[in-house]
T-cell receptor, first 114, second 114 residues
Framework: AQSVTQLGSHVSVSEGALVLLRCNYSSSVPPYLFWYVQYPNQGLQLLLKYTSAATLVKGINGFEAEFKKSETSFHLTKPSAHMSDAAEYFCAVSFPGGYQKVTFGIGTKLQVIP | SQTIHQWPATLVQPVGSPLSLECTVEGTSNPNLYWYRQAAGRGLQLLFYSVGIGQISSEVPQNLSASRPQDRQFILSSKKLLLSDSGFYLC?????????????FGAGTRLSVL
């Protein structure tokens, strides 16, 4: 069975500071990993994805994530937070084959303090 | 390009009333379709998925049902709403082959059962 754990349901950072949102996964086979962002009362938008190519993945809005197999982690980072980054972020895991079930974490709400 | 539409955006319904939420996808054929419910602090819960017309799989037992009468139409229904059905409902689609299980989400429907 696959699962993801997002550490910290709420994270606060100052504008201009480093953003680090943590995600650990559990999967019995090499996974696909995703980060999605959700702004209030909107659907989820794909930020970036890891699908067994380069371990450092760059996404939209200056975000990136690094797949670390030894740590079973896929943490999301951004060097400098903007006010517009305030949103909820979801880590998700899937794997090749099947009907493409994707398992989502419970989400991390990012607050950016001016 | 592909787009996904969900309606209505918000809905307030009394307990015991019926429900019908509709989702349609444009610009692709034979997508996998999904219904999720998002409750505060609980992440995304997969309710139903469909790999083809008339093919519905339920992930959790509940007061809801789903139908797929056409290739790109997915409907979430209930005969009698419960208070616990309140939440944010999201429809999503994915390509059957390729794109590594990426799911694309609609804007969601906020359902309040009173």
């Amino acid at each position: 069975a696959q699962s993801v754990t997002q550490l910290g349901s709420h994270v606060s950072v100052s504008e201009g500071a480093l953003v680090l949102l943590r995600c650990n996964y559990s999967s019995s086979v090499p996974p696909y990993l995703f980060w999605y962002v959700q702004y209030p009362n909107q659907g989820l938008q794909l930020l970036l994805k890891y699908t067994s190519a380069a371990t450092l993945v760059k996404g939209i809005n200056g975000f990136e994530a690094e797949f670390k197999k030894s740590e079973t982690s896929f943490h999301l980072t951004k060097p400098s937070a903007h006010m517009s980054d305030a949103a909820e972020y979801f880590c998700a895991v899937s794997f090749p084959g099947g009907y493409q079930k994707v398992t989502f974490g419970i989400g991390t709400k990012l607050q950016v303090i001016p | 390009s592909q787009t996904i539409h969900q309606w209505p955006a918000t809905l307030v319904q009394p307990v015991g009333s019926p429900l019908s939420l509709e989702c349609t996808v444009e610009g692709t054929s034979n997508p996998n379709l999904y219904w999720y419910r998002q409750a505060a602090g609980r992440g995304l819960q997969l309710l139903f998925y469909s790999v083809g017309i008339g093919q519905i799989s339920s992930e959790v037992p509940q007061n809801l049902s789903a139908s797929r009468p056409q290739d790109r139409q997915f409907i979430l229904s209930s005969k009698k709403l419960l208070l616990s059905d309140s939440g944010f409902y999201l429809c999503a689609w994915s390509i059957v082959a390729g794109e590594k299980n990426i799911q694309y989400f609609g804007a969601g429907t906020r359902l309040s059962v009173l």
